[in-house]
C-alpha cells in the first residue's frame, strides 16, 4: 500500500514537472515570436528625414506613393531643416535623408553616420524682395554683390535662421561678403521656406528662397525674384543611407530601396516632370537623365 502511494505521487509529479516545462516553453517562445514580428514590421516601415522643400512643394507627394506601391514598403517622412535632419542621421532616428547642403552632407559621411549618398537632383536659389528694390540688388554680380548692398542700405532680410540647407546657403553667401548679420534690418523665423517666404512677403523685405518654393508661393505674394541663375546660387540635392554599422536598428535595406528608386529612370523621371503642366517649368532638375 505504501509503495503504490509512492509511486503514484512519483508520477504525479513527474506530470507537474512535465507540464510547467511545456508552460515555460510557451511562455518563452511568445516574445521571441513578438519580437520577430515587430522586426518584420520595422522592414516594412523607412523613416524619411527630408528638408522642407520636397514638403513644401508637393515633391514628396508625387515620389512616395509611386515608391510605396512599387515596394510595398510604407515611408514616413519627417519635414525639417536639413541640418536637424543630419541630426536625426547622427543619432539614428532615421533610415534615410534627402537634404541640399553638400558641404554638411560631406561631413556627415565622413564622420561614418551615412554609409551610401547619392546625387538625386538640383535646382537653384533665388533671391526675391520687393517690386520698388529698395537696395537696387537687381543685375549684381554675385549674391555677396547683392547682400553687401542690403546690408548697406539697412533694407529688411528676413532668414530662416534654422540651420536648413537654404539658411546654411544664406550664411556662406554673407560670410563670403565679409558681414555678419544682425540689426533690426535683419530677422530670423525659425520656421521652414514657405512660412518665411509669407513673412518676407508682409514685411516687403528680401529673402532668400529654393526656387521650387517659391514657384509654389508665387501667386500669393507681391515678392519678385531680383537674382537668379548665378552659379553661387546652385542648389543641388543629396539622398543618404544612414550607416547600419553604427545603428544596427536603422531599415538600411529599405534605405537602399529608397535611393535606388529615387535616382532609377523611373524616379528620375517623376521629378523632372513634377511641376511642369502646373508651373510651366520643372521645380527640380534630376541629376541622372
Known sequence: MKKS????????????????CA???????????????????????????????TRDT????????AFEKKYGITVKPISV??????????RGDADVLLVHSRQAEDEFMAKGFGKVRKDVMHNDFVLI????????????????VAF????????????????SGTHKKELKIWDEAAIKPGGPWYITTGQGMAETIRIANEKQGYTLSDRGTYLVQKNNIDLVVLLEKRGD?????????????KYPKVNYDGAMKFIDFITSEEGQRLIANFGKDKYGQPLFVPDYR
Open 5 to 20: 502511494f509512492v509511486v503514484l505521487l512519483a508520477a504525479f509529479v513527474a506530470v507537474l514537472g512535465f507540464v510547467g
Open 23 to 53: 508552460g515555460k516553453q510557451v511562455v518563452s517562445s511568445k516574445p521571441e515570436k513578438a519580437s520577430e514580428n515587430n522586426k518584420q514590421m520595422q522592414s516594412r516601415i523607412v523613416i524619411l528625414a527630408t528638408t522642407t522643400s
Open 81 to 90: 531643416g536639413t541640418g536637424e535632419a543630419l541630426k536625426m542621421g547622427e
Open 233 to 245: 546660387l546652385l542648389n543641388p540635392y543629396g539622398v543618404i543611407a544612414v550607416n547600419p554599422a
Open 58 to 65: 508637393g515633391l514628396l507627394d508625387e515620389l512616395l506613393p
Open 148 to 163: 553687401k548692398k542690403i546690408q548697406r542700405e539697412g533694407a529688411l532680410f528676413v532668414s530662416r535662421g534654422d540651420d
Open 129 to 144: 524682395g520687393p517690386k520698388n528694390d529698395p537696395a537696387a540688388v537687381k543685375g549684381s554680380s554675385s549674391a555677396a
